[in-house]
């Protein structure tokens, strides 16, 4: 059974930084892509950042420059630096494994993480 | 920036057909993956590769595609169909994702 379970959501300043993490379960971590998938109150959902086996990294324009993505193979566990954050970053935050359908698609979501950016 | 468009909602009765339309000028090159949402919960995988379906999602569930227009059908619907319905694919250089905005499904 896959388990993805995020953490590290939480209320944070204009400008601040938060750190989010998915641990990973029931599946070889290693050998799939992962991603990050943001959903913002009552809006629809929004593809953040995906990583790949072997650490290759893509970012939608709206967070490069200011979010990073890694992961830690030995400890099956995915990661979102985000920095920077500004009020629009505001959202529920998926943590999600890829289906390995040859083009990125998400087939294992978590339950996600909340992030709250408000002065 | 690259876009897919969904219509913002769709309405029918029980045992009806439903059809969601997604539409992109990359379609025709990138596979299309369709994800339903209920109220509170996290999304799930309904249609992969535009026409396949993942194991455990029930029959009345297809998708199709002609052109830059995919389909989601969902055949016979029930009141558990309720719910927000995404189309997912990539850009043309495959390497970015992109969501469409996302058709709320009423059962009425």
């Known amino acids: 059974q896959v388990y993805l379970v995020e953490s590290g959501g939480g209320l944070v300043k204009p400008g601040g930084s938060l750190r989010l993490s998915c641990a990973a379960s029931?599946?070889?971590?290693?050998?799939?892509?992962m991603g990050w998938i943001r959903q913002a109150p009552g809006k629809g959902l929004e593809w953040v950042s995906y990583?790949?086996?072997?650490?290759?990294?893509y970012y939608a324009d709206a967070v490069k420059g200011r979010f990073t993505i890694s992961r830690d193979n030995d400890m099956n566990s995915l990661y979102l630096q985000m920095n920077s954050l500004r009020p629009e970053d505001t959202a529920l935050y998926y943590c999600a494994k890829d289906a390995a359908y040859r083009s990125v698609a998400f087939d294992y979501w978590g339950r996600g993480a909340l992030v709250t950016v408000s002065s | 920036s690259y876009e897919m468009t969904q219509p913002p909602s769709v309405t029918v009765s029980p045992g009806q057909t439903a059809r969601i339309t997604c539409s992109g000028e990359?379609?025709?090159?990138?596979?299309v993956y369709w994800y339903q949402q209920k109220s509170g919960q996290a999304p799930v995988l309904v249609i992969y590769k535009d026409t396949e379906r993942p194991s455990g999602i029930p029959e009345r569930f297809s998708g199709s595609s002609s052109g830059t227009t995919v389909t989601l059908t969902i055949s016979g619907v029930q009141a558990e169909d309720e719910a927000d319905y995404y189309c997912?694919?990539?850009?043309?250089?495959?390497?970015?994702?992109?969501f469409g905005g996302g058709t709320k499904l009423t059962v009425l």
């Open positions: 029931g599946f070889t971590f290693s050998d799939y892509y």
């Open positions: 990359t379609l025709p090159k990138q596979f």
């Open positions: 990583i790949s086996s072997s650490h290759a990294t």
């Open positions: 997912q694919s990539a850009d043309s250089s495959g390497l970015y994702v992109i």
